[in-house]
């Protein structure tokens, strides 16, 4: 089959807003199926980004569903993971308006995607996340 919508699975985790406080997704339970992708869609932010007034979005990972824990680079795919799960640091304007992905390949069953705000964010920074599940026990999805 080469038709994707059949095979892949949409899951919103975090609602498009623009956000000046740190965010934290919903969590994606990957039962069923065998991976997930998140995306994490960025507008332009109405803040100047510097070193000091940055966004960092991470990975976290959990067994049950509730106690959460930073993803190691073992567990992505992508871009190597920072400290906590760091897989993107924007602080520049030239790194909002785009699109951040980071597959997720642990052995836990639950995943999300924390966009964590640092410094003082006056105007916030529009953004939303998606999650996409693939290689689904019973297809179509």
Do not use: C
């Amino acid at each position: 089959m080469r038709d994707l919508h059949n095979q892949v699975a949409v899951r919103h985790t975090l609602a498009p807003a623009t956000h000046t406080t740190t965010a934290t997704g919903a969590s994606v339970d990957r039962r069923g199926f065998e991976s997930v992708d998140h995306a994490v869609t960025l507008g332009a932010s109405g803040d100047t980004l510097s070193p000091s007034v940055s966004i960092t979005l991470k990975l976290e990972h959990s067994h049950d569903g509730s106690g959460w824990e930073a993803a190691t680079d073992a567990d992505a795919l992508g871009p190597t993971l920072g400290a906590a799960g760091a897989f993107a640091e924007i602080d520049d304007p030239a790194e909002d308006g785009t699109t951040y992905r980071v597959g997720y390949v642990g052995g836990r069953r639950y995943s999300r995607v924390v966009a964590e705000f640092s410094g003082v964010h006056a105007s916030g920074t529009p953004l939303a996340a998606l999650a996409l599940l693939g290689h689904a026990h019973m297809r179509p999805v």
